[in-house]
């Protein structure tokens, strides 16, 4: 059995990922994916110093996330064209990984955390889709906080992705994130139940 889980950027998908593990779930991290496929000698790792330049690596070779980030944040195209290099090589890696998991322990619950599952349309791989929400303010509010963004940072980084409240509309599940850890575990732990997992 399988679940997407996604939601918004800081919208807690990370708390609810640790505490589905927790109760014994199975997690594929596509964020983790994503960093593999561009560690030094990946075939997308040089496809991606071939479109940005040498620029986008440090000096040992590695990708420098945070001047890329610079560049496809500030230009949808240029988004779009480092997303046409790297989700191929990651949804290969997401579904061999499921496979594995589908056919050596088809019993656990297998949580796939994809940040961008909407907007990606990869709603098709799993049976349903978990939606960790808070309200778009919150929202904005915490990843203020986490990242120490510019507020004119933080929302090109929200507008980069779908609305939350869309999200919201759309998922199968739905854990609502913006009260006390508790109230997230007690929803986390109704699922788990309903679901007879546990």
Do not use: C
């Amino acid at each position: 059995m399988n679940i997407g889980l996604t939601g918004g950027i800081a919208t807690g998908k990370s708390t609810v990922a640790g505490l589905l593990t927790e109760r014994g779930a199975i997690l594929i991290d596509l964020d983790g994916i994503a960093r593999e496929v561009v560690e030094p000698g990946q075939p997308s790792l040089l496809a991606v110093a071939e479109r940005f330049g040498q620029a986008v690596l440090q000096a040992d070779g590695t990708l420098d996330r945070k001047k890329l980030g610079a560049v496809v944040f500030a230009d949808p195209a240029e988004r779009k064209a480092l997303e046409e290099i790297l989700h191929p090589a990651i949804r290969a890696v997401m579904k061999q990984r499921m496979d594995y998991h589908q056919a050596h322990t088809p019993k656990k619950l297998v949580v796939v955390d994809v940040p961008l599952l909407y907007e990606s349309g990869l709603e098709s791989y799993f049976e349903q889709v978990m939606v960790v929400y808070v309200p778009r303010q919150v929202q904005l509010l915490r990843l203020l906080e986490r990242d120490k963004l510019s507020m004119e940072e933080a929302l090109k980084r929200l507008e980069a992705q779908m609305n939350i409240e869309e999200k919201k509309q759309r998922a199968d599940i739905l854990i609502d994130n913006s009260g006390s850890l508790e109230r997230t575990e007690e929803q986390i732990d109704r699922y788990w139940r309903e679901k007879g997992l546990g």
